[in-house]
């Protein structure tokens, strides 16, 4: 059965930091294809950082570039650091791998 689990959300201030992890479980290969999504109240489901092909090679929406990076941590496992956090990074964030989700992790940056 796969999983994908997700950590490390949480309350933050304005200018904080996070690191997101994902770990991912029960696929029958190496889940070179990785990526966090975020969706906050009331918008739709957005990608944020990914892994796009087993290279390594990684995307980023406009709106992280500089601030988030994503990391391959193990074979099966992802990170996202976040820095400089705004108010608006606020939503769940959520793992997907091959059309496989974890169930998401908060992050509120409030002050």
């Known amino acids: 059965q796969v999983r994908l689990v997700e950590s490390g959300g949480g309350l933050v201030e304005p200018g904080g930091s996070l690191r997101l992890s994902c770990e991912a479980s029960?696929?029958?290969?190496?889940?070179?294809?990785m990526s966090w999504y975020r969706q906050a109240p009331g918008k739709e489901r957005e990608l944020v950082a990914g892994?796009?092909?087993?290279?390594?090679?990684r995307r980023y929406a406009d709106s992280v570039k500089g601030r988030f990076v994503i990391s391959k941590d193990s074979m099966n496992s992802v990170s996202l650091q976040m820095n400089n956090l705004k108010s608006e990074d606020t939503g769940m964030y959520y793992c997907h791998a091959y059309g496989w989700w974890g169930q998401g992790t908060q992050v509120t940056v409030s002050a």
């Open positions: 892994f796009v092909s087993a290279g390594g090679s």
């Open positions: 029960g696929f029958e290969y190496i889940p070179h294809v």
